[in-house]
């Protein structure tokens, strides 16, 4: 087992940390941004003279192991199999299978969830994912945005002294206003920080509530933030989540899941794993024009009121009737 600050010291020091050819990252949350982040940063390196990323939602599993069994002119690549976790149940089983039974030139690294790495582990090099990012992790992690090492030092000093912990993806957007900001970061994380972080996890703590219709839930969290925000802005926010809600439905009953990744942008990571399932299109097309109506009333002086109005039909349901 390798921890994330083992595994990324290795990459900071351009060196292979393991002779395995199969990298699995494991853990209870998939964060997005850091991969993207890692993967963009290894390509730069050039650790490996080829890092491709080839996505299980746009190739079928004969592509994929036509392409990790060749190699270009003798040379080992880095392919990140991207979305292994939404395959089906036999196809994911064949897979970590044949790619226990893998002997080419090349490395395969690829994301699983937690519950299903057992009888892996003799075959793969497990990389944990933690939860949480702490103090130390943090710090290793920014030389990979910042090679000042004084002012990364300031930077995650400014950090730790309101936070204890950041998710990983949290970890993410901060370092990317250091590599933006430069030294005027600190100065804006010190001021900006509570709000950033607060804000950011209230609005998917908020909409993960909503999609759940978990009223009471959405209720005491809209009590905390709510009010910082106009009606209008509310409006806005809850009229694209539905936009993407429903066309992430759509594209998952059609079985086009790039499509669906894509429009689930922004929405709880829970709705395209299963929480699609229970919306029609009929409901969000009708909450949909809901909105559409409510925004021409709050823009000429309807009473407050209306918006919490509309949570109320939406958790009793009335959108579910055609017509409403």
């Keep these: 087992m390798i921890d994330l600050h ?11 940390l393991t002779n395995k050819r199969l990298l699995l990252f494991h853990g209870t949350v998939y964060p997005g941004s850091f991969f993207s982040y890692l993967i963009h940063y290894l390509r730069q390196q050039q650790l490996w003279p080829l890092v ?19 190699s270009f002119l003798g ?10 976790d939404q395959l089906k149940s036999k196809d994911r089983i064949f897979l970590l299978k044949y790619l226990s039974e893998y002997a080419g030139n090349n490395t395969i690294a690829l994301w699983i969830g937690k519950n299903s790495i057992s009888g892996l582990k003799d075959k793969f090099a497990l990389v944990q994912i933690p939860d949480w990012c702490d103090q130390r992790l943090f710090t290793l992690w920014s030389q990979f945005f910042c090679t000042e090492s004084r002012l990364c030092k300031k930077f995650v000093e400014v950090i730790f002294k309101k936070q204890r912990r950041l998710s990983l993806d949290e970890a993410c957007l901060l370092l990317h206003y250091l590599d933006i900001l430069g030294s005027v970061a600190i100065e804006f994380v010190d001021q900006q920080l509570d709000d950033l972080l607060s804000t950011q ?25 709510g009010q910082k925000y106009p009606d209008l802005f509310w409006l806005s926010f809850w009229t694209e989540q539905i ?3 429903y066309y992430s439905v759509l594209f998952m009953k059609r079985k086009q899941f790039a499509l669906a990744k894509k429009a689930a942008y922004c929405l709880p990571f829970s709705f395209l794993q299963n929480r699609w399932q229970t919306y029609s299109l009929t409901e969000l097309r009708n909450v949909y024009q809901y909105l559409y109506s409510l925004d021409f009333k ?16 939406f958790f009793l349901k009335r959108f579910s009737k055609i017509g409403l």
């Design 6 to 16: 083992t595994f990324l010291t290795s990459v900071q020091k351009k060196r292979h």
């Design 52 to 70: 491709e990323m080839l996505d299980l939602n746009d190739i079928g599993l004969d592509k994929l192991f036509a392409k990790i069994e060749t």
């Design 75 to 84: 040379m080992s690549g880095l392919y990140w199999v991207k979305n292994v």
């Design 201 to 225: 996890r209230s609005f998917f703590a908020l909409s993960e509530h909503f999609f759940c219709k978990n009223a009471t839930s959405f209720y005491q969290e809209r009590l905390r933030i």
């Design 243 to 245: 936009w993407r809600a």
């Design 298 to 313: 709050l823009k000429n002086g309807a009473a407050k009121g209306e918006l919490d109005l509309f949570y109320t039909r």
